[in-house]
């Protein structure tokens, strides 16, 4: 057995973590910009014209809570709120798929917000995050059988404390994927959390950030995911990008899966899909290649549409594509 709890379908899920508006934004006329290798360059007073595709729910927590709910998995989430119109958008998008809320209201205070510039297949995401006090204060008479605790905005330390404190006084097993303002300011109880996760998930910047490498891609990934499990998480999984993705799982075996990559249209979200794929095939108490399978399916599928959750996959969707693609797995590295 994969998870030390009970896996069955309404095992209950509490997913910690942000939630924001996503306003995608695409340039109707490329002549308007430059590209410099992995830079964009634009001209100081210039007026651009831009197209605006969609406005959608996003966050990281809300992605993932969204896609489990969708693959039949039994999700609170617990979030952070405002109180303006974008606020009350967010908290009925997310009631309307089937995800229980657990919202901290801050009622003076504004929506987080991110717009996201569309160019060709790649994206830049100019982000808001709505400052605030984040806490966490469970208040329900039933316990969680999992915790995924991902990305909260600044003051995001006494949250992530009681998490912590939370799933060890209840033996609650924690997964983890920590978010931007995490990274740029790592602490001890980041650091404890990750020792104490069962399954953490990141990229590939994302893991050589924590372990301090200065070079990205210079190490082999096998070295990358053993250098990271030495912080104590029992599974960690790397994404990386058109690469594919690895695992090192409990017993330490490698694995790795390219990506099951159709025409991409747009990338915010794919990484939480992998996620909440990848994790609720955990939960089914499927192997590490099912999981990996699962996770890159769904990540495919959400870049094929714009926005982070209009792709996310059903429970009947990802496996009648599995049965589809029996040749398509993880294979051991």
């Known amino acids: 057995m994969l998870l030390n709890t009970k896996i069955e379908r309404n095992m209950k899920i509490l997913v910690v973590g942000s939630s924001v508006i996503d306003l995608f934004i695409e340039i109707e006329d490329k002549n308007h910009i430059e590209f410099i290798k992995n830079k964009i360059q634009l001209t100081s007073g210039d007026k651009i014209p831009i197209d605006i595709k969609t406005l959608t729910i996003g966050g990281d927590g809300a992605n993932v ?20 119109i974008f606020s009350k958008e967010i908290e009925e998008a997310i009631n309307k798929k089937g995800v229980k809320l657990m919202a901290q209201k801050n009622e003076e205070g504004k929506s987080s917000l991110s717009l ?38 600044d ?22 994927t920590p978010g931007t303002h995490q990274f740029e300011a790592p602490t001890d109880i980041l650091l404890e959390i990750i020792k104490t996760s069962k399954i953490v998930l990141v990229n590939r910047e994302e893991a050589a950030k924590i372990l301090s490498w200065k070079n990205v891609f210079e190490p082999d990934i096998k070295d990358l995911m053993s250098e990271f499990k030495k912080l104590g998480p029992q599974i960690i999984s790397v994404t990386d990008g058109a690469q594919g993705a690895s695992c090192l799982d409990e017993t330490n075996n490698y694995y790795y899966i390219k990506p ?21 095939a955990y939960f089914n108490n499927l192997s590490i290649n099912e999981c990996m399978k699962w996770g890159s399916l769904n990540s495919n599928s959400v870049m094929q549409k714009v926005g982070a959750q209009e792709g996310l996959l059903t429970k009947d969707e990802i496996e009648k594509i599995v049965r589809e693609n029996p040749d398509y797995k993880a294979e051991k590295i």
Do not use: C, M
């Open 155 to 176: 003051y995001w330390q006494e949250a992530y404390k009681s998490v912590l404190e939370f799933a060890k006084k209840n033996g609650i097993p924690l997964g983890l």
């Open 116 to 153: 996201v510039f569309n160019i060709g297949n790649d994206r830049i995401i100019f982000s808001h995050h709505e400052k605030r006090n984040h806490i966490f204060n469970y208040q329900e008479n039933s316990l969680p059988d999992f915790i995924y605790l991902t990305s909260v905005g």
């Open 260 to 280: 099951f990559q159709e025409k991409i249209l747009e990338k915010t979200g794919a990484g939480d899909a992998y996620t909440s794929g990848f994790l609720s």
């Open 65 to 84: 809570s969204v896609g489990l709910s969708l693959l039949e998995r039994q999700t609170t989430f617990y979030t952070y709120f405002g109180n303006d």
